[in-house]
């Protein structure tokens, strides 16, 4: 392999010493950069008035980021715009919220353009590329027409909808080709492969030319199988790769965490009550409306346990320029308030509500403090929070996870999450009754069996699944 070439929308900068932030992705692929030496290019968050000039380079060791401003008209229609309220969405089985416009769309494929152009000049031969997420979907494509002959890998991060949402978007033909010119497209789930591949089909665009039972593309794949695709005249591979935490590290920081004075004030403030915790970014593909419809159920529902649990939502504010987050991040505010005005007493608030980023070590302190986890997305390509939440588990003493059966985590960690429907608010508010009520002794066996799972297939075993599956032979593609 030659050098590694990362590509996303935002690039994750190194702290003064040359660390990378904290974050299981940022560590990993900072870790691929470093073995093989490399790019990471990406748009620096800085927006312009005119054209960009010339991207800046930051050399930190073997790895060069390359950071390029984008114009502030290209962050509203790139970013805000088609990304965010036109991809997200869809993507997420949202079609009630997308919002198509042709000149979003021209600015998301003029960035695409810019970053192939940037990326250019500096390629090698021998350079394996690798593109990240939704906002890049056409990067390949437009390299390919620039006569980059490299291998080329794409890893979507959110969930691949199927063929019926996919086809409402005015182009998804579009999206669907410019898909076809990478060599390895990653998915977080075996459903998100199936997804796409009847999208393929349903199309009349190509379909499986062979599955790859324990083959190269099939390593970490919860299924244990890949395919090989043949669309759009191109031949290329599919799979599953669910992405990991550093799970290892992340149970060592919450054990570390939780002797901390304001991990203890915390839990000192419950006075004995069990905590339920749920941490999301804002969005309305977390299921948080639906979550504290279902918590404030479950108090309804069991009188008993009014007074003896509080449930600790934090959801800081995400995407803040477009509408819909902040009329959601009003409507959430309101909803927690009349559910502790409803419940609430003079010596307990029902629901202790956060609406600003805490410090990962925080969170993993809070982890490990909490009674249940109660991770509940609509839909979702992974979530890591689920993950992070079973690492932090004191062994001895474990919480319970709480899951949504629309998580891509799911399909990892069955037999250990109590799984639940968030559109079912009578049986999310059971779960939580379930969870709350479970022995010692089925905590751990349930802890036990997911714990295994994140130690076994963590993010740096999921990093370097991806290169190599990205770097078979070509000639596999028979």
């Given at each position: 392999?030659?050098?590694?070439?990362?590509?996303?929308?935002?690039?994750?900068?190194?702290?003064?010493?040359?660390?990378?932030?904290?974050g299981?992705l940022?560590?990993?692929?900072?870790?691929?950069?470093?073995?093989?030496?490399?790019?990471?290019?990406?748009?620096?968050?800085?927006?312009?008035?005119?054209?960009?000039g010339?991207?800046?380079?930051?050399?930190e060791?073997?790895?060069?980021?390359v950071?390029?401003d984008?114009t502030?008209?290209?962050?509203?229609?790139?970013?805000?715009?088609?990304?965010?309220?036109?991809?997200?969405?869809?993507?997420h089985?949202r079609?009630?919220?997308?919002?198509?416009?042709?000149?979003?769309m021209?600015?998301?494929?003029?960035?695409?353009?810019?970053?192939?152009?940037?990326?250019?000049?500096l390629?090698?031969?021998?350079?394996?590329?690798?593109?990240?997420?939704?906002?890049?979907?056409?990067?390949?494509d437009?390299?390919?027409?620039?006569?980059?002959?490299?291998?080329?890998g794409?890893?979507?991060?959110?969930?691949?909808?199927?063929?019926?949402?996919?086809?409402?978007?005015?182009?998804?033909?579009?999206?669907?080709?410019?898909?076809a010119?990478?060599?390895?497209?990653?998915?977080?789930?075996?459903?998100d492969?199936?997804?796409?591949?009847?999208?393929?089909?349903?199309?009349?665009?190509?379909?499986?030319?062979r599955?790859?039972?324990?083959?190269?593309?099939?390593?970490g794949?919860t299924?244990?199988?890949?395919?090989y695709?043949?669309?759009?005249?191109?031949?290329?591979?599919?799979?599953?790769?669910?992405?990991?935490?550093?799970?290892?590290?992340?149970?060592?920081?919450?054990?570390?965490?939780?002797?901390?004075?304001?991990?203890?004030?915390?839990?000192?403030?419950?006075?004995?009550?069990?905590?339920?915790i749920?941490?999301?970014?804002?969005?309305?593909?977390?299921?948080?409306a639906?979550?504290?419809?279902?918590?404030?159920?479950?108090l309804?529902n069991?009188?008993?346990?009014?007074?003896?649990?509080?449930?600790?939502?934090?959801?800081?504010m995400?995407?803040?320029?477009?509408?819909?987050?902040?009329?959601?991040?009003?409507?959430?505010?309101t909803?927690?308030g009349?559910?502790?005005?409803?419940?609430g007493?003079?010596?307990?608030?029902?629901?202790?509500?956060v609406?600003?980023?805490?410090?990962?070590a925080?969170?993993a302190?809070?982890?490990r403090?909490?009674?249940?986890?109660?991770?509940?997305?609509?839909?979702?390509?992974m979530?890591?929070?689920?993950?992070?939440?079973?690492?932090?588990?004191?062994?001895?003493?474990?919480?319970?996870?709480v899951?949504?059966?629309?998580?891509?985590?799911?399909?990892?960690?069955?037999?250990?999450?109590?799984?639940?429907?968030?559109?079912d608010?009578e049986?999310?508010?059971?779960?939580?009754?379930?969870?709350?009520?479970?022995s010692?002794?089925?905590r751990?066996?349930?802890?036990?069996?997911m714990?295994?799972?994140?130690?076994?297939?963590?993010?740096?075993?999921?990093?370097?699944?991806?290169?190599?599956?990205?770097?078979?032979?070509?000639?596999?593609?028979?």
């Open positions: 392999m030659g050098r590694l070439i990362v590509v996303s929308n935002r690039v994750p900068l190194p702290d003064r010493n040359g660390n990378p932030p904290a299981g940022a560590v990993a692929v900072h870790a691929a950069l470093q073995e093989n030496g490399g790019i990471w290019l990406g748009w620096s968050g800085e927006t312009v008035e005119t054209e960009p010339p991207p800046t380079i930051r050399q060791g073997p790895i060069s980021y950071l390029t984008l502030k008209t290209d962050v509203d229609e790139y970013y805000n715009g088609f990304a965010n309220r036109v991809l997200w969405p869809i993507f089985m079609l009630d919220l997308a919002e198509y416009a042709r000149r979003e021209a600015s998301y494929f003029r960035v695409n353009r810019l970053f192939a152009d940037r990326l250019v000049p390629l090698k031969p021998d350079d394996v590329i690798w593109v990240h997420d939704y906002h890049l979907i056409p990067l390949a437009e390299l390919r027409k620039r006569g980059v002959q490299n291998r080329i794409f890893f979507l991060h959110i969930p691949w909808p199927p063929a019926d949402i996919l086809f409402a978007m005015p182009i998804y033909d579009t999206i669907l080709r410019s898909l010119a990478y060599n390895l497209l990653g998915f977080q789930t075996d459903y492969v199936e997804n796409f591949i009847g999208c393929l089909q349903r199309e009349g665009a190509g379909d499986v030319v599955n790859a039972q324990g083959g190269s593309i099939s390593v794949n299924t244990g199988a890949g395919s695709i043949r669309a759009y005249d191109q031949e290329f591979a599919a799979a599953a790769f669910p992405i990991g935490i550093e799970t290892a590290e992340f149970a060592r920081l919450s054990a570390r965490v939780s002797t901390r004075a304001s991990i203890q004030d915390m839990r000192r403030s419950l006075e004995g009550r069990a905590l339920i749920g941490v999301d970014r804002l969005d309305y593909s977390k299921g948080i639906q979550r504290i419809d279902a918590y404030e159920r479950f309804e069991n009188p008993d346990d009014r007074g003896k649990v509080t449930m600790l939502q934090v959801a800081p995400s995407r803040s320029d477009v509408p819909e987050y902040k009329a959601m991040q009003d409507a959430i505010a909803q927690c009349q559910v502790n005005g409803r419940h007493t003079i010596d307990w608030v029902p629901i202790r509500y609406n600003r980023s805490l410090r990962r925080v969170l302190g809070l982890y403090e909490a009674d249940v986890g109660l991770v509940t997305p609509l839909r979702d390509g979530n890591l929070v689920a993950k992070e939440f079973v690492a932090a588990q004191d062994p001895e003493d474990p919480g319970v996870l899951l949504s059966r629309f998580a891509g985590a799911a399909r990892e960690l069955a037999g250990g999450a109590i799984f639940c429907n968030p559109y608010t049986q999310t508010a059971a779960a939580i009754g379930q969870a709350l009520s479970m010692l002794v089925e751990k066996v349930r802890w036990e069996r714990m295994t799972r994140l130690l076994e297939y963590d993010v740096t075993h999921w990093c370097r699944d991806y290169l190599q599956a990205l770097n078979a032979p070509a000639s596999n593609l028979s």
